[in-house]
């Protein structure tokens, strides 16, 4: 039996091969004899005991044990350092500190024979493994920033598959002990799609399929679908609003109009997922709407007005994860632009006190799209109030710079008229 970690039977270069280029400056004969012993015979060395070893910790604890204690490795460690045997010194005293790990003596001498190993090889990769154990062996594992391999401009590189497993690695699978489910992905705008599954604790996808029975089957564009990847949407709808306050003035003189709408909303969400809790909420600060009508007709029952104007929008959103493996991080990001709006505004009386109103407005600008539409039943009750129920919807797709506001916000409305 040979052993993969023993050297070659003759450490005798070949006259062809002694040349300064073909120094240990790359790596070394013995462990580039080693790699290819691997990899043809593979990394057994046909020694039963290493087939199945015992863990460091139990096996160096017997050895040291049966040398007699720590006392006596050390004293024979200084021994074979004074002496020069560093390779020998290292396998009794590596033996002490898998044991003892807080033994400073120990780890102190090791280091010592470490570099003197460091000091003696040519090749880098070598010498700075033994000199950064020596290093870490005195003052511990050096602490620092870790590179945040999540950033959004890392993640919008990656491909979808790339991503997926990026996922499935970062996922804590002792949270997910129990989940199982099954997703279809489909990517229409670049025609991808993927099965996406979650069992004993692993998710994994298969590319270009799809289940027949999938628990979820989610359609997005990879271009929307990124947002979600770096953070700064999620793939829920907002779960509830939180606060909403909503202001329209308007003043008339013969058929001109002069028309105002102050919007502010605050939503937020939560979403459990198997990374962690994700939270999320945006500040609509202020959306408002200023602008002029003209009425191209007008009777005692109906009055119908053509709208112009600018919408100017400031919005604040924040992300962040709790929990899991993506746990702790936020992101914050906002921004204000102005669009132009134009459109169609009316009113309908049924009778003197019950009327209809609504409106339409559509246009661009800052963003790539803004749009707003609104329908209300009224009831006048004297020259002064009256009240309003409807629904209302408006939406807006901007995007700049990486941030990206495409959101549409719709639901009943109801409030009080004043008329002066």
Known sequence: MTSTVEPPPSRRIPPAFDKWYCRNYHGTPRHNSRGVVQRFLGFWDCNPTTLIPVPQAESAALFVEMMGGADKILAKGRELHDQGQYLLAQEILNKLVQAEPTNAAAK??????????????????????????????RTGIPQGETADTSSPDVIRAMSTELFLNFLGIRMDSRKAEGMRFTINLILPDIGEMFLVEMENATLTNIQGHQAKDADLTLTINRSDLELTMMGTKTLEHWDHLDFAAMAIGEARYGRFSIVGDVLYTKLSGSRGTPLGVLAESVDVDAETFAGVGYSMLEDNRVRLDV???IRVWHVNTSVSVSGGSLGNQSRNDGDTWVDAL?????????????????????????????????????YKFNDTFSAVAGYRALGV??????????????????GLVVKF
């Open 108 to 137: 102190d001498l090791l280091a010592d024979v470490f570099e003197q190993v460091g000091y003696q090889q040519a090749s880098p990769g070598v010498r700075n493994s033994f000199l950064a154990a020596s290093y870490e062996l």
């Open 307 to 309: 709208v112009g104007g």
């Open 342 to 378: 134009g459109g169609l505004k009316g009113t309908y009386s049924f009778t003197p006190n019950l009327f209809v109103t609504g409106w339409g407005l559509v246009g661009g600008g800052g963003a790539n799209i803004d749009w707003d539409v609104a329908a209300t039943l009224g």
């Open 397 to 414: 797709d901007y995007s700049n710079d990486g941030f990206v506001f495409d959101v549409v916000q719709q639901g009943p409305i109801l």
